[in-house]
């Protein structure tokens, strides 16, 4: 369904207020890995729809690489993996992972490159 849907990612509620961004981040990039034919398109309208006119959109899943590609200051992803990687082939980057219970890691094990937050609004806040 979500593939062939026209306005599946149209109709998702924000995770918090998006124009926020307009304020505190000066080049954005949304990077997603959301399948569907109209991905792009879906979510390029969304942002709009939700007030952020001046974001790059990019629908991959080599979100750290990109890091790298756009020197990027912060990344902020839900996935622990993409922030392990993100950590590794972006080292300049920091990266912060939204908590979630299902992306819970031992620093320890991993290093303490990854900064977690619980809200989006503390990672803004942070960089």
């Given amino acids: 369904y979500i593939k062939e849907s026209p306005t599946f990612w149209l109709d998702l509620e924000p995770l918090f207020d998006l124009t926020l961004l307009n304020r505190v981040i000066r080049d954005t990039y949304f990077v997603t890995s959301r399948p569907g034919r109209t991905a792009l398109m879906q979510t390029c309208h969304w942002l709009n729809k939700h007030g952020v006119f001046r974001a790059h959109v990019i629908v991959s899943s080599a979100k750290g690489d990109i890091a790298r590609a756009v020197n990027a200051h912060a990344l902020l992803d839900d996935k622990a993996g993409n922030c392990l990687y993100a950590a590794y082939a972006s080292p ?30 503390d990672f803004l806040a942070a960089i």
């Avoid at 979630?100 to 094990?109: G, M, Q």
């Fill in 92 to 121: 300049k980057t920091e990266v912060y992972v939204l908590d979630r219970p299902y992306n819970r890691f031992d620093a320890a094990i991993v290093g303490r490159r990854i900064n977690r937050v619980a809200t989006v609004e």
